[in-house]
């Protein structure tokens, strides 16, 4: 991976009302695959730390949300792919969280969205700790999703 250190970033996709969970599932994983063509250190999916009510298995995966770890200098390589990506798909936004921080990422592009991506990449430059990210899971932990 390239320099700076590493922060965890929670991307949770956001289908159209026709999209199902398997056609979910299967973006994510599209999307994993991707996001590890980029200089990332890691992308997992997020797996539920505690079983959902009804349910006895705990571990299970969230559909549709991604761990990625990644320097401060490939988190603007991260979002330009995730919105060039989610253009061609029934993904219509993607909610990305660095700690508190997160930005909706939109299939629509425009100069506001990209001032937004900018003005949120600069955030992170000038107020995350040198580690950390969402959280205080570390690279390779499970992480626990948390709605946005």
Do not use: Y
């Not at 991976?1 to 991307?11: K, P």
């Not at 797996?47 to 770890?69: C, D, F, H, N």
């Not at 995730?82 to 990422?105: C, D, F, Q, Y």
């Amino acid at each position: 991976m390239s320099g700076g250190a590493s922060q965890t970033v929670l991307i949770e996709l956001h289908g159209g009302q026709d999209s199902d969970l398997d056609e979910l599932e299967s973006l994510t994983f599209e999307l994993r695959e991707r996001l590890l063509e980029l200089d990332v250190e890691d992308v997992d999916p997020v797996r539920q730390e505690t079983a959902p009510t009804g349910t006895k298995i705990a571990g299970a995966l969230t559909t549709g949300a991604l761990v990625v770890s990644v320097g401060i200098p490939v988190l603007r390589k991260v979002l330009d792919v995730l919105k060039v990506w989610i253009e061609n798909r029934p993904v219509r936004t993607a909610s990305v969280t660095i700690g508190n921080n997160t930005i909706e990422v939109q299939a629509a592009s425009s100069a506001n969205q990209r001032r937004v991506i900018e003005a949120f990449i600069s955030a992170q430059e000038s107020t995350l700790p040198p580690t950390g990210g969402f959280g205080s899971h570390s690279a390779g932990s499970d992480a626990q999703h948390r709605p946005c």
